[in-house]
């Protein structure tokens, strides 16, 4: 049996259409109300989680894989862990948001960003030589500068609809980002073939 963290949320929905895709009965994932803590089967158990915490799972071996965005992953220094496969589910990308003037508009003082990725904005901005204050928010990134906090946003866009509810735009793609398949290091070694198993799998029967 494979242990499972998986991301709670929009990447939850998609891996339980990819699992469906693949053959597992996804019976239970579709009926969970609040259970944190779920099987599949007799081949998975898998714990829903928040998107750090999945690392967190993986790193201290609770979990043998992981399934969590790129965007974690960029934003955070963890380590202890194999990223084994893209699955290529979740796409979307990291972008300096807002209002069309942004592009013309000349400052006499720091550029402030709003984003949920602090780490993800200072390195593309310093990547750029541009000395900006950055100004962490924990969600709805898009109010800052539609309050008038920030000239601008890094954040994810998917579909770019609350972008376009909120009157901004995708000034800059800064990266692609998707959905990876992580495991942790000693994990690997003890359950290899069973995780190189389901990596079959997927590549074979989900692309
Ligand atoms: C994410 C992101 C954007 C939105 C982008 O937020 O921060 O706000 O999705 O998706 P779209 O391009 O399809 O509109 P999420 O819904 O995860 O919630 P949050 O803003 O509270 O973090």
Same mark, same amino acid.
């Given at each position: 049996m494979?242990?499972?963290?998986?991301?709670?949320?929009?990447?939850?929905?998609?891996?339980?259409?990819?699992?469906e895709?693949?053959?597992?009965?996804?019976t239970s994932m579709?009926?969970?109300n609040?259970?944190?803590?779920?099987?599949?089967?007799?081949?998975?158990?898998?714990?829903?989680? !928040?998107s750090?915490? +999945?690392?967190t799972f993986?790193?201290? =071996?609770?979990v043998?894989? @992981?399934? &969590?965005g790129?965007?974690?992953?960029l934003?955070n220094?963890?380590?202890?862990y194999?990223?084994?496969?893209?699955?290529?589910?979740?796409?979307?990308s990291?972008?300096?948001?807002?209002?069309?003037?942004?592009k013309?508009?000349k400052l006499n003082?720091?550029k402030?960003?709003?984003?949920?990725?602090?780490?993800?904005?200072?390195?593309?901005?310093?990547? !750029?030589?541009?000395d +900006?204050?950055?100004?962490?928010?924990e =969600?709805?990134?898009e109010? @800052?500068? &539609?309050?008038?906090?920030t000239d601008?946003i890094?954040?994810?866009?998917?579909?770019?609809a609350?972008?376009?509810?909120?009157?901004?735009?995708?000034i800059e793609?800064?990266?692609?980002?998707s959905?990876?398949?992580?495991?942790?290091k000693?994990?690997?070694?003890?359950?290899?073939?069973?995780?190189?198993?389901?990596?079959?799998l997927?590549?074979?029967?989900?692309?």
């Open positions: 494979l242990k499972v963290a998986l991301t709670k949320g929009r990447i939850e929905k998609k891996v339980t259409t990819m699992l895709k693949l053959g597992y009965d996804v579709i009926n969970k609040r259970e944190l803590q779920i099987n599949v089967e007799d081949k998975m158990e898998i714990i829903f989680a !928040k750090n915490d +999945v690392v993986i790193e201290h =071996g609770i043998d894989i @992981g399934i &969590v790129s965007d974690t992953l934003e220094s963890f380590k202890n194999y990223e084994l496969l893209d699955l290529e589910i979740g796409k979307c990291f972008a300096v948001c807002s209002y069309p003037e942004y013309n508009i003082r720091r402030r960003i709003a984003t949920k990725y602090p780490n993800v904005a200072k390195k593309y901005f310093e990547s !750029k030589d541009e +900006v204050e950055i100004i962490k928010l =969600g709805s990134v109010l @800052g500068p &539609v309050v008038g906090l601008a890094v954040d994810i866009v998917e579909t770019g609350t972008l376009r509810a909120n009157g901004l735009e995708v793609k800064i990266t692609d980002v959905t990876r398949l992580i495991c942790n000693t994990k690997f070694k003890y359950k290899k073939e069973e995780i190189l198993n389901l990596i079959d997927i590549e074979n029967n989900n692309r």
